[in-house]
């Protein structure tokens, strides 16, 4: 049950470029496959991208090509790099677990005017 902590959100504009970043613990990131998902106000919460404790990276295909998930486990980080950000791309931002979930933490808020 260890909360995670997301940070990195705000408010940009359409074409603008947002870094999200995930922290926990160590046993919460090593050897862990850690995701990213979002959600908006009346909508299921969805997967964005996830990315192995080998570093092999998947995403959806609303943001292929857009986003890059990475991660430094010395830091306990996974990280986000979202580009070319579009309106349909706000919503609050969370990490997670595919497996072995825990406590979804208070994301972060990602706004992208157009």
């Known amino acids: 049950q260890v909360q995670f902590v997301e940070s990195g959100g705000g408010l940009v504009q359409a074409g603008g470029s947002l870094r999200l970043s995930c922290a926990a613990s160590i046993s919460t990131f090593s050897g862990n496959t850690i995701g990213w998902y979002r959600q908006t106000p009346g909508k299921q919460r969805e997967w964005v991208a996830t990315?192995?404790?080998?570093?092999?990276?998947t995403y959806a295909g609303s943001v292929k090509g857009r986003f890059t998930i990475s991660r430094d486990n010395a830091k306990n980080t996974v990280y986000l790099q979202m580009n070319s950000l579009i309106p349909e791309d706000t919503a609050v931002y969370y990490c997670n677990r595919p497996l072995y979930r825990l406590d979804w933490g208070q994301g972060t808020q990602v706004t992208v005017s157009s």
């Open positions: 990315i192995t404790s080998s570093g092999a990276t």
